[in-house]
């Protein structure tokens, strides 16, 4: 009986547990890989084998199923600690108990009996669609689901539709798409102007060394630039090839054809940081983006810096952490982050607009820190935060990335982080997969954030909760 409940509680494992928790995409596993019922049988059978003398060796079988049978498909690091989360609900002793559920309601659980009638009754009573129960995850996953499903359709609908319109008082894709080039040209600067900035930023200090971060507002400048060109010589040769005065190359054709279905070039955002965006809404970042390097320069740093307005963000880190080691002489490397949220919020947006109108915005809110720096603009996803508690709280119904509070990244060559805080992944955009840089992390990945929670990390392991720069839309 031990035997084929444990066999029974494998399969649910694999069929729900894993294989259907991707469709949820990277709240579920940042990279969607190709499990398939051999791992299961597989897992069922290493079972047999380590239990054939009748003792349950579960730390052997949750290392070797979480590892090897379904881990060694894993490549990326937070999935991995995912698949340990989800698998451990499953591969542990309380499964074999008497009641045990497989989710927060009594829909999923073992049967005690072994008829298959049984089976067939309890089966039939489940719901078609899969509740995100099942999966440890909130209902805002199931909405994140279909709106991503709902996109594609959209997307496929534009792709597919004829990119002239014929007869009608409608305007050309032609006209269209030299309209929008003009618009952007216009809102665009030429390119941002490093000499323009505050000499004093510049200064070296009593050893000869300039502030790391006006180093690393020189390497932002210099990313920007670069694509400021790239989107400035596309724009005027597609508005001289639709007037027939240049030749509709197939470089062009691909950003006419791009802009048409509102999507990011292909050439642009090869020359971009990473998003999500669709052309509209990249574009109004874009601008935010180079304001606030240019209000940097202009007036110098600012008192919180907006993480997601940065071309690079991982070069802002490691600027804030060498700044503190030249303060006080200690190797860079010895060196942790403590973070501390503040009871603020700041918005780029409404800073910008006050900015525009030469005005400060919200000056007095908090000082800017002796060491480390103040961050803003960052999203919670598969959360939410607890204003009262100061803690992360379960994702509110429909509420999907309600923004982070500012915080406070404050270097420490002594901290050793807190039991009750959450080792929460910060990502530049919500699709968290990237290429694997040579520092074993996603290059989506920015750092791992240490967020006060009174749950423990299982509990947001399994909902997928992470920080982002950016949002989608």
């Known amino acids: 009986a031990l035997k084929f409940r444990f066999e029974e509680s494998s399969g649910i494992n694999a069929e729900y547990g894993v294989l259907e928790r991707r469709k949820f995409g990277p709240l579920a596993f940042n990279i969607p890989y190709e499990f398939a019922d051999s791992d299961r049988e597989c897992a069922i059978d290493n079972f047999k084998l380590f239990t054939a003398d009748g003792v349950m060796p579960w730390d052997a079988l949750q290392f070797i199923t979480a590892e090897i049978t379904y881990g060694g498909r894993v490549t990326d690091e937070w999935d991995q600690r995912v698949l340990k989360v989800v698998l451990n609900r499953f591969f542990r002793p309380k499964t074999l108990e008497a009641g045990y559920l497989y989710s927060s309601s009594d829909l999923y659980h073992a049967l005690e009996s072994t008829s298959l009638d049984s089976y067939k009754e309890y089966i039939e009573q489940l719901p078609i669609i899969d509740p995100p129960e099942i999966f440890d995850m909130s209902q805002n996953a199931n909405i994140s689901y279909q709106k991503e499903e709902a996109m594609t359709i959209i997307t496929t609908i534009l792709e597919v539709q004829p990119r002239l319109m014929s007869g009608g008082t409608g305007k050309s894709s032609n006209d269209i798409v030299y309209e929008l080039a003009d618009l952007v040209l216009s809102k665009l600067p030429e390119k941002l102007d490093i000499e323009e900035a505050l000499p004093e930023m510049f200064e070296p200090d009593s050893k000869g060394r300039i502030n790391s971060l006006s180093t690393v ?10 694509l400021l060109e790239v989107i400035q010589t596309s724009l005027v040769n597609i508005k001289k090839a639709i007037k027939g005065f240049a030749v509709m190359s197939e470089q062009l054709e691909a950003i006419f054809d791009a802009i048409v279905v509102n999507n990011v070039p292909t050439m642009w955002a090869d020359a971009a940081y990473p998003s999500l965006k669709p052309l509209g809404s990249w574009v109004k970042d874009l601008e935010l983006r180079l304001q606030f390097i240019q209000r940097w320069m202009e007036v110098g740093q600012p008192k919180s810096f907006w993480m997601s307005g940065f071309f690079f963000p991982q070069g802002f880190i490691t600027g804030s952490l060498q700044n503190f080691a030249r303060k006080y002489d200690v190797p860079i490397d010895a060196l942790k982050f403590r ?131 950016q949002l989608s839309q």
């Open 217 to 226: 507002l020189s390497q932002e400048v210099t990313r920007f630039n670069k």
């Open 339 to 469: 973070f501390e949220v503040l009871p603020h919020y700041r918005a780029q947006l409404d800073v910008a607009t006050e900015e525009m109108a030469d005005k400060e915005y919200d000056d007095n809110a908090y000082q800017t820190p002796d060491d480390g720096a103040l961050v803003h603009g960052l999203y919670i996803d598969s959360a939410s935060w607890d204003d009262d508690k100061m803690v992360l709280g379960d994702a509110r119904h429909g509420i999907m990335n309600p923004p982070m509070p500012v915080m406070h990244l404050l270097p420490d060559p002594e901290y050793e982080p807190e039991e009750d805080r959450y080792e929460c992944p910060l990502y530049k955009t919500a699709e968290r997969a990237g290429t694997l840089s040579t520092t074993g992390h996603s290059t989506n990945f920015v750092i791992k954030c240490l967020i006060p929670s009174d749950k423990p990390q299982k509990h947001w392991i399994g909902k997928g909760t992470a920080l982002l720069c």
